[in-house]
């Protein structure tokens, strides 16, 4: 298209990664492969900071003229007080994984939460209404309900270990929704286990084996049961669920569209979803 020959006459614009490490990371190779099929001079480039020097690295970001950067482990919190501005939801979060460069203005932005809705979206589940369970309270649970209480009229329930944390959560949730949020102690949950439709595991562990167990063995309505995390360790629950025909949905999917919304905030452009998923697997 016309835009994208424009683009390759002018200077190349760039992305960053800030992190560290950085090295594993999927994202270089998943925007590189959207850049090239959309034949963009754009260019994704991860940096490995010191820790030290993360400020330096964020006022890189408008002496170099990079479009904007990705901000991962473990600098999402911290990177907060360094740029111009927080969009509505990096500021309810506490943290920042995407960072637009608007003219030399800073925008701190967080796409996790709205990256998991738009999965959710993409594999076709209805959320408007439906009764949905978080299990943890920590900065994911934080991203994935605000977007959540945000967009739809859904029935939400956190669950947490330390019940206190759950009840932070949905405090702060109540005052920027108005709207109605139950917390539970982790422990217990699985006694009420029969009434979600969505059940999303944010917790850096396995879910409570009770949880699966009553899932199992008594009939229940969940239709999907979302981990964030991704990778071998997912598969035998995973299995066990998918043998009573739930739906699992592992972390991959999150970290996909999380990055087609950063993407899209970049560049203003679509990128193309199914070239970048298959660059993640
Ligand atoms: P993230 O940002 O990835 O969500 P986090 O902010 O450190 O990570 O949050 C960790 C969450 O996992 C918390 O909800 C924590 O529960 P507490 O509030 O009780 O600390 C939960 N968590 C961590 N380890 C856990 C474990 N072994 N069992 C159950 N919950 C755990």
């Keep these: 298209t016309h835009m994208h020959e424009e683009n390759s006459l002018i200077k190349p614009k760039i992305v960053a990664l800030f992190g560290n490490p950085v090295k594993h990371s999927l994202s270089p190779i998943m925007h590189n492969i959207a850049f090239d ?11 490995e900071v010191d820790k030290r020097k993360l400020e330096e690295a964020i006022t890189g ?4 003229d990079f479009r904007g950067a990705n901000i991962t482990v473990p600098f999402k919190k911290q990177v907060c007080d360094f740029v111009d501005r927080l969009t509505n939801e990096a500021h309810f979060i506490g943290a920042v994984n995407t960072i637009i460069n608007n003219e030399g203005e800073l925008i701190g932005d967080n796409t996790d939460g709205f990256g998991f809705v738009r999965a959710l979206i993409a594999n076709k589940l209805n959320i408007e209404n439906e009764k ?3 299990l943890g309270a920590g900065g994911a649970a934080r991203a994935i309900s605000y977007s959540l209480m945000k967009n739809y ?23 920027v929704t108005m709207k109605n949020i139950k917390s539970y102690p982790l422990n217990e949950v699985f006694r009420i286990i029969s009434n979600f439709d969505i059940i999303i595991n ?31 360790m997912l598969s035998k629950y995973f299995k066990a669920l998918e043998e009573v025909d739930i739906k699992t949905m592992d972390g991959k999917t ?26 993640l697997l």
């Design 37 to 47: 099929e959309l034949k963009m001079n754009w260019f994704y480039f991860a940096f």
């Design 61 to 64: 970001i408008k002496t170099m």
């Design 132 to 134: 949905i369970l978080l």
């Design 153 to 175: 009229e859904c029935d939400l329930t956190i669950a947490n270990r330390t019940l206190l944390n759950a009840e932070l959560l949905t405090q702060d949730l109540e005052e």
């Design 202 to 232: 944010t917790l850096p562990v396995d879910p409570p084996p009770r949880i699966i167990d009553s899932l199992i063995n008594n009939s229940n309505t969940c239709q999907i049961f979302i981990d964030i995390r991704y990778g071998k």
């Design 254 to 279: 999150m970290l996909l569209y999380q990055g087609v919304l950063s993407f899209e905030k970049w560049t203003g452009v679509k990128p193309p979803i199914k070239t970048m998923k298959r660059a």
